[in-house]
Every structure is written in structure tokens, then in C-alpha cells.
């Protein structure tokens, strides 16, 4: 398969950490750290992606399952893919409780949470459960469609009247400010959608990237974006008053498009459409590698066991919207951001001591 379905998952995960909990917690650490954090994360970024394309070039076709039945005892294994799916899962359904709770308040918030939750679940789990190949053409459709609107909506925040680039500037003399783990893990998930390779490495005989500086480039301009453009709309201490900065940030640019006057209008579609690829992208990966470690359920010779697990996804997660309040749900996500670069680091570890396994076999 062609390389550019490596771009597209790059730059899906860079568009998904533009409105959910990403610039908020970046904007709460804005006087702790943000800005060098958002500096740091290029660099770092950078070379995880670069040395894991690289480790997993050495295991051309093999996606991890395959690559850990190969080369490592069944109880890591089954361990390992176990934990790593929890993880995809939990990706993906921050990010579906976030726009759920977004569509409720800011588009109907008459409409009943379990038809929204349910509504966005049947596409999801159609999606997730398809073949891996069909998940990467469907991705690619989506962000054909909206990325150009996307980039509209960008433009006109930058190009806004009242952007108040003083308040910009006070955000920027807090630079010398040493940011903590979390904050620096926060800003590195705009360039983690490369492991979503963990799977679909299935497809590729190499994955080193010879456009790694433009990948870099794009995260930094995504960042930035995703941090400077509320506190230019809303002043530098204005900010902190929102739970979806980007929401209130759109909600303040007008436009003059058709019956559309309000940029948050399009925004809210947009977002929704990115965000329900990038959850069916993390359930899939999900479920693939909690797949590989449990038994086959056949019915009629199918194995039904992808949609039974994506069935469980479902329930826990209508669970989470009906019953769990929003605050253990944004405190679900700073554990998961936090996890985050330990998370990549240890894969990172992995591949290099599978190589050096490889190696020595042969």
C-alpha cells in the first residue's frame, strides 16, 4: 500500500487533538510549562516516530500480534496485546464521550444522550469491526472531505479582527518555564497516531517516512494553532474559563457562508466527522490486537468474536456517558496523556530488544 495512508493517520491524530481535552489541559499549564512543551514535543516527536518506522521496517508485512507470537513467550504476549488494546480502547472512547457531550450541548441539548451515544455508536462499531484495508480507505475519504474546510476554519481564526495578539505575546514570555511529564506526554499526542502502525504494519514492507521534517513541521503548526488561537480570541486569562476552548473560540468568528453565520456551525460538523474516523481507527487497532490473544467464537464458520468485543466497547461505553460524571471522564484522560510517552517509550524498548532477538536467531 501506498505511504501516504501513514500521513493521513499522522495527520487525523493531529486534527483530533485540536478540540478535545488536549488544548484545554495545555491552556491550564499555560504559565507552568506550555510553551517549551510544545517545543520539546517536535524534537521527541520526532524521534520516536523516526526510530520506531525504522524497528518496525525490519518486520516487513508483520503487524505486533504476529511480530510478538513470533519472537516472544505466549504469556508476554497475550499480556501485552491485552494491555496495549485497553489503552486503543480507551483512545478511542475519550474522544467519542468528548463529541458526544459536545453534540449535546452545543448542537440539541433537548436530544436524549443515549440516542446521540447510540447513533454514533452504530457507525463506529460498522466501521471498526470492517477489514483493515476498507478502515484505511474509508479514513482517507473522510479526511479528503474535510481537511480543505478544516483549513478554512483555521484561516479565519488566524486572520480574525479581534485577535488580540498582545495576549499572545504574554502567552509566549512564559517560554523559559520547565514544563512536567504530563504536560510535555499531552503535547506529544499530536504526533502519536504513528502507532496506530502496530496493526496496519500488516500492509507495508517499509515504513521509514522521507517526509519526517514535514510530519514535524505540521505538529508544530497544530500546536500552536491548537494553543495560541483561544488565548488570542479570549485574552490570556480569559481562557481558563472554558472546558472546550476550541468550541467557545469558533462560536466567536462570524462568517458570511450561505445560511452558515457562525463558524462554530461548521466547526461542530467538521469535528464530529474527524473525530467518529479517528475513534473507529483506535477501536479497529483495538480490536485487532485484543483479538489475536483471545479464542475464535464461530457461528456458521465466522468468527464473531470482533463484534462481540466491539459490543463490549459499546456497552462500557454508553455506561460512561448515562452514569459517569464529566469530571472522572477528563481526569480518565490526563491518566491516559500521562501514560502516553512511558507508553511509547516501553514499545520502543520492545521492538529494539525484538530486533536484537531477531538478529541473534539468524
Given at each position: 500500500m501506498s505511504k501516504r495512508y501513514i500521513y493521513m493517520m499522522l495527520i487525523l491524530n493531529m486534527l483530533t487533538n485540536i478540540v478535545a481535552y488536549v488544548p484545554k489541559m495545555l491552556l491550564e499549564q499555560r504559565t507552568s510549562g506550555s510553551i517549551l512543551a510544545i517545543l520539546l514535543a517536535v524534537p521527541v516527536g520526532m524521534i520516536i516516530i523516526y526510530l520506531y518506522t525504522k524497528y518496525l521496517s525490519e518486520f516487513p508485512y508483520m503487524g505486533l500480534p504476529e511480530i510478538l507470537e513470533k519472537y516472544t513467550s505466549k504469556w508476554f504476549r497475550i499480556t501485552y496485546l491485552a494491555a496495549q488494546g485497553i489503552l486503543w480502547f480507551i483512545a478511542g472512547l475519550i474522544t467519542l464521550l468528548a463529541f458526544t457531550s459536545i453534540s449535546k450541548q452545543f448542537i440539541n441539548p433537548d436530544m436524549n444522550e443515549l440516542l446521540i451515544i447510540s447513533s454514533f455508536l452504530a457507525l463506529i462499531i460498522f466501521g471498526a469491526v470492517m477489514d483493515s484495508k476498507k478502515v484505511l480507505f474509508a479514513t482517507e475519504i473522510i479526511l479528503l472531505v474535510n481537511l480543505p474546510l478544516i483549513a478554512?476554519?483555521?484561516?479565519?481564526?488566524?486572520?480574525?479582527?479581534?485577535?488580540?495578539?498582545?495576549?499572545?505575546?504574554?502567552?509566549?514570555?512564559?517560554?523559559?518555564?520547565?514544563?512536567?511529564?504530563?504536560?510535555?506526554?499531552?503535547?506529544?499526542?499530536?504526533?502519536?497516531?504513528?502507532?496506530?502502525?502496530?496493526?496496519?504494519?500488516?500492509?507495508?514492507?517499509?515504513?521509514?517516512?522521507?517526509?519526517?521534517?514535514?510530519?514535524?513541521l505540521l505538529g508544530l503548526i497544530t500546536l500552536a494553532t491548537t494553543y495560541f488561537i483561544p488565548i488570542g480570541l479570549h485574552g490570556f486569562d480569559g481562557v481558563a474559563s472554558f472546558t472546550y476552548p476550541w468550541i467557545a473560540t469558533t462560536d466567536a468568528i462570524r462568517i458570511e457562508l450561505w445560511i452558515i453565520e457562525r463558524v462554530s456551525i461548521l466547526f461542530l460538523g467538521l469535528y464530529i466527522n474527524v473525530s467518529i474516523a479517528s475513534v473507529i481507527l483506535h477501536w479497529h487497532v483495538a480490536l485487532e490486537q485484543i483479538k489475536s490473544v483471545v479464542p475464535k467464537f464461530e457461528i456458521k464458520k465466522k468468527n464473531i468474536m470482533p463484534l462481540l468485543i466491539a459490543s463490549i466497547?459499546?456497552?462500557?461505553?454508553?455506561?460512561?456517558?448515562?452514569?459517569?460524571?464529566?469530571?472522572?471522564?477528563?481526569?480518565?484522560?490526563?491518566?491516559?496523556?500521562?501514560?502516553?510517552?512511558?507508553?511509547?517509550?516501553?514499545?520502543?524498548?520492545?521492538?529494539?530488544?525484538?530486533?536484537?532477538?531477531?538478529?541473534?536467531?539468524?
Open positions: 478554512f476554519v483555521i484561516y479565519k481564526s488566524y486572520t480574525n479582527e479581534y485577535m488580540m495578539w498582545e495576549s499572545i505575546q504574554i502567552a509566549v514570555s512564559y517560554f523559559s518555564e520547565i514544563p512536567n511529564i504530563q504536560t510535555l506526554s499531552t503535547a506529544l499526542f499530536v504526533y502519536s497516531g504513528y502507532a496506530n502502525l502496530v496493526i496496519f504494519n500488516r500492509y507495508f514492507k517499509d515504513v521509514k517516512l522521507k517526509y519526517l521534517w514535514l510530519v514535524g466497547f459499546s456497552i462500557i461505553a454508553i455506561f460512561f456517558q448515562l452514569f459517569v460524571e464529566e469530571i472522572f471522564v477528563s481526569n480518565l484522560a490526563k491518566l491516559w496523556l500521562l501514560l502516553l510517552l512511558p507508553a511509547q517509550i516501553i514499545g520502543l524498548l520492545l521492538l529494539k530488544w525484538i530486533l536484537k532477538r531477531k538478529e541473534s536467531q539468524s
